[in-house]
């Protein structure tokens, strides 16, 4: 019999399960060391942000079919959407401490202006931010921030300070997630390595043809990569993001049938996976500075 998932709507219901106390119904700071309840296996469907600093390896935690890359001082993150499943270790009780909100509370925010640009919320399970003891301190600095603030008397302030605070400790993040991919220099070269190959791969082998232009999602799910973590970790590795690289790999594809065969525009941009050659021509051109067949011709006269 398949397990109940628990849809988790509201700040309050996500409290109730583990027997936490809510101080505000759009976001909560929370202590699980603190829980009253501690269930030992559940599946969450988020319908709101929640980011945890994991303080002890209590369980696991599966997105997907990956389980989370988590030890002690480890964030995960996850935003509303996302079914997330976790097995506690019998017994063991997890100390972890993070913050919990509602996307209404960030509405008319920066924040939420902002909270697509915080790509580690569709990161996957194998994509943990790991904290060294520096780090950790600044996140639980503020944590404490925040909670304070939900401790004093709401005001017309209190909604903006809140926001300001979350988007603060995201911001933080946010660096020390650039710093993870800088610190883990060995892995992110394998990944481009192994990227640039299947790329190669890809039209080597003519499935630009059967398939059509090749995508960043397809790349990343081959590196076993979140989009949005494989493209994160391309930029910071190379200062190019993968679609420049899929670009740049068009263009020098398409120079080779441009001077060395005698097909027409039309049937390389065919070949190349383009629908319409229009698409190839303007692409080609915004990276070239002139068209397929400008180009064809001034190569000729050299």
Do not use: W
């Not at 190839?280 to 190569?299: D, I, T, W």
Request: hydrophobic content about 35%.
């Amino acid at each position: 019999m398949n397990e109940e998932i628990i849809h988790l709507d509201t700040v309050d219901q996500y409290n109730k399960l583990f027997g936490l106390e809510t101080l505000h119904p759009l976001v909560s700071v929370v202590d699980m060391s603190q829980a009253h309840c501690h269930p030992s296996h559940f599946t969450i469907n988020y319908g709101v942000y929640a980011l945890l600093l994991k303080e002890t390896k209590c369980g696991d935690i599966r997105y997907g079919r990956q389980v989370y890359d988590y030890e002690d001082g480890t964030i995960v993150s996850f935003a509303p959407g996302q079914v997330i499943e976790v097995s506690l270790t019998e017994g063991v009780n997890p100390t972890a401490r993070g913050i919990v909100f509602h996307p209404d509370l960030i509405k008319g925010t920066s924040l939420g202006q902002e909270i697509k640009s915080y790509s580690f919320f569709s990161y996957n399970s194998t994509e943990a931010l790991h904290l060294s003891d520096d780090e950790k301190c600044i996140i639980l600095d503020c944590l404490a921030k925040i909670r304070m603030e939900l401790e004093r008397p709401i005001d017309r302030l209190s909604k903006r300070l809140i926001a300001r605070n979350i988007q603060l400790l995201l911001d933080y993040c946010m660096r020390f997630y650039n710093r993870q991919f800088v610190t883990r220099t060995q892995s992110n070269q394998d990944v481009l390595i192994r990227f640039e190959a299947l790329l190669d791969d890809y039209f080597r082998t003519g499935m630009v043809q059967t398939e059509g232009l090749p995508s960043v999602k397809y790349f990343a799910e081959r590196v076993f990569l979140s989009p949005n973590y494989f493209g994160d970790l391309i930029k910071k590795s190379t200062g190019k993001t993968p679609q420049e690289y899929i670009q740049a790999k068009i263009i020098d594809t398409a120079k080779d049938f441009l001077l060395g065969t005698d097909k027409t525009v039309s049937q390389i941009a065919d070949d190349l996976g383009f629908q319409y050659s229009q698409h190839f021509n303007r692409l080609f051109k915004r990276n070239v500075g002139m068209s397929p067949n400008e180009y064809r011709k001034a190569q000729a006269m050299k």
